[in-house]
């Protein structure tokens, strides 16, 4: 299902104007999605691609979670992050937006943006927001 199909779905759900989010990872090499409202780009961390045992894994296995959570800037690229999702989430709440979509990127979508949008999901739907995850580099590989 493409994003805007599935936008649509969740705004057509949407009837007691509660904000609904989406984190979405891509891969920059496939080019950034159409749709998003905030975009992150996640190549500063290093890349477990570039690891041998790692490669053909994906962010949501948990060699390449303890790899990347090894990595400092990663833990304070969360905390500054978690900090300006709540501003953007709090204005967005103010402004009265039914929909946001803040967006990952890393080099292919497979390893980092991956595991950081779910990381991120899980930040927050223990707070109660609506949120839904997409990764559209392991959805077109078919590799979820």
Request: with cysteine; net charge positive.
């Amino acid at each position: 299902m493409k994003l805007n199909n599935i936008s649509n779905t969740i705004l057509q759900k949407n009837n007691n104007k509660i904000l609904k989010i989406i984190f979405q990872s891509f891969g920059f090499k496939y080019k950034i999605p159409s749709y998003t409202n905030y975009l992150f780009d996640v190549r500063f961390l290093p890349n477990p691609y570039w690891k041998k045992k790692l490669k053909k894994l994906n962010g949501l296995n948990k060699k390449v979670i303890k790899f990347i959570e090894k990595q400092k800037k990663f833990n304070i690229f969360i905390e500054k992050t978690k900090k300006y999702i709540n501003y953007l989430i709090n204005i967005s709440k103010k402004n009265k937006c039914e929909l946001i979509i803040i967006s990952f990127g890393c080099t292919g979508g497979q390893h980092r943006s991956v595991y950081i949008v779910e990381k991120l999901y899980n930040i927050f739907k223990v707070k109660g927001y609506n949120i839904i995850t997409i990764h559209n580099s392991l959805l077109n590989k078919k590799i979820i």
